[in-house]
């Protein structure tokens, strides 16, 4: 096998990775334009956004990734690979990539509710595409996926039944931070948390088994 060829196809790949985490950051910043609440795994740095806003959301979730991958070596300890520390500059850019949505959004009127619940679905099945991009080009997972599988891993029990607890965990962290910020109210985890968490990986599938195959033959190395 040529290793040039080889090495080009890896690049290949972290583009392709590179272009999933762009969608899935404005996929996140059309939720979030649209005010009815993010998926699950960024609802905790959502709430915690409009509470301190004198950082960008794109910025708590850098934070948010990190202590994800925070929780990943702790659990882990020594089987946590070397490798898996590039979910930190990938939880950069996912963060940066969230903040250059927010400011694309700006500029979108939200006079009233359905104009809201349509950026919420857009959002979704913006986000959907960027994941299929992101778990096709199967190089490096994110931050939250990799914590679910290290937890799957650590007490053996199924990833997707892992991944319900661990999506529930987050919407149940983002309320009760809600709850004790803001005064008993509930604040950036609203029905869109709940619609999110239901259709994104169901639109994800979707997405998935119409661009797997043309994109996979980018990545097959040439003998």
């Known amino acids: 096998m040529n290793t040039n060829k080889k090495s080009a196809k890896i690049v290949i790949r972290y583009i392709v990775l590179i272009i999933g985490l762009l969608f899935s950051g404005i996929g996140v910043a059309f939720t979030k334009r649209g005010d ?34 925070l929780a990943q070596i702790f659990l882990l300890r020594r089987n946590f690979k070397i490798y898996q520390l590039l979910q930190i500059p990938l939880s950069f850019l996912f963060g940066w990539f969230t ?32 994941i299929s991009l992101s778990v096709i080009a199967n190089v490096i997972m994110n931050s939250g996926e990799a914590l679910v599988k290290a937890i799957s891993d650590t007490v053996n029990k199924e990833f997707g039944h892992v991944k319900v607890v661990f999506d ?12 004790i910020l803001f005064g008993g109210r509930i604040v950036g985890a609203r029905e869109g948390t709940i619609i999110s968490a239901i ?16 994109l996979e033959r980018l990545f097959v190395a040439e003998q």
């Open 99 to 130: 903040d250059f949505g927010m400011w694309l959004v700006s500029f979108i009127p939200v006079p009233n509710y359905a104009v809201r619940f349509s950026l919420l679905l857009a959002g979704i099945v913006i986000l959907a595409f960027g």
């Open 199 to 214: 259709f994104t990986g169901l639109v994800v599938k979707f997405i998935s088994k119409r661009i797997r195959k043309p």
């Open 168 to 179: 529930i965990s987050c919407v149940l962290t983002a309320v009760i931070l809600s709850l």
């Open 36 to 69: 009815l609440g993010v998926s699950p795994i960024s609802s905790t740095a959502n709430v915690i956004s409009i509470k301190f806003d004198f950082w960008t959301m794109g910025t708590w979730l850098i934070v948010w990734n990190c202590i994800l991958i």
